[in-house]
C-alpha cells in the first residue's frame, strides 16, 4: 500500500472521529430542544459527511482487482 493511500484513509478516520466530536454537542442540545430545528439540519449535514467518509474508507479497504487487498495492522 502506498503511504499517499495510508495517509488518505488516515484522514478519512479522523475526519469521521472529529465530525462526531462536533455532531455529539449539537444532538445533545437538540434532544433538549426539539423545536430547535436548525440544529437537525447541521445534524443531518454532518451525517451526511460522516456518510461520504465510511465510503472514502470502505472503497479503500476493498481489495483491487488482480491485487491483493490492502493489510490493515492488527489484522
Known amino acids: 500500500m502506498s ?31 426539539p423545536q430547535r430545528l436548525h440544529l437537525a439540519i447541521k445534524i443531518k449535514e454532518i451525517d451526511d459527511q460522516i456518510a461520504e467518509h465510511h465510503k472514502v474508507i470502505r472503497q479503500e479497504r476493498q481489495p483491487r482487482p488482480g491485487g491483493k487487498a490492502p493489510s490493515r495492522p492488527g489484522m
Not at 7 to 22: F, N
Request: charged share 40%; proline share 3%.
Open 3 to 33: 503511504r499517499g493511500s495510508m495517509c488518505m484513509r488516515t484522514d478519512s478516520e479522523t475526519s469521521v472521529a472529529e465530525l462526531k466530536a462536533k455532531r455529539k454537542p449539537l444532538a445533545d442540545e437538540f434532544e433538549g430542544n
